[in-house]
């Protein structure tokens, strides 16, 4: 089964940006689609962006113009560029098929704060 490990997070400052990275331990952008999700303290875990194997994304209204996904086939990894964080993007960020197929990894903590 295809695992995912997410890397990138950590602590910025409103109006910041980082770019997470999702590993995955095999070639599958290529046949499935995939999402980034997040997960808030005392919150559900939500979808924050999916793009499809033939690079068609779509974004959560609240991340729309600030966040972007995409897929390098050739090193098995995912990104997300996070631009204009806010408070509220405070989150550990995982990522999986669109589906949720795959077993959780362990995610990326990402702050906002000043």
């Known amino acids: 089964q295809v695992q995912f490990v997410e890397s990138g997070g950590g602590l910025v400052q409103p109006g910041g940006s980082l770019r997470l990275s999702c590993a995955a331990s095999l070639s599958i952008f290529r046949f499935v689609d995939m999402a980034w999700f997040r997960q808030a303290p005392g919150k559900q875990r939500e979808l924050v962006t999916s793009?499809?194997?033939?690079?068609?994304?779509n974004y959560a209204d609240s991340v729309k113009g600030r966040f972007t996904i995409s897929t390098d086939n050739a090193k098995n990894t995912m990104y997300l560029q996070m631009n204009s964080l806010k408070p509220e993007d405070t989150a550990i960020y995982f990522c999986n098929t669109r589906g949720s197929s795959a077993s959780w990894g362990q995610g990326t903590q990402v702050t906002v704060s000043s």
């Open positions: 793009i499809t194997t033939g690079g068609s994304a």
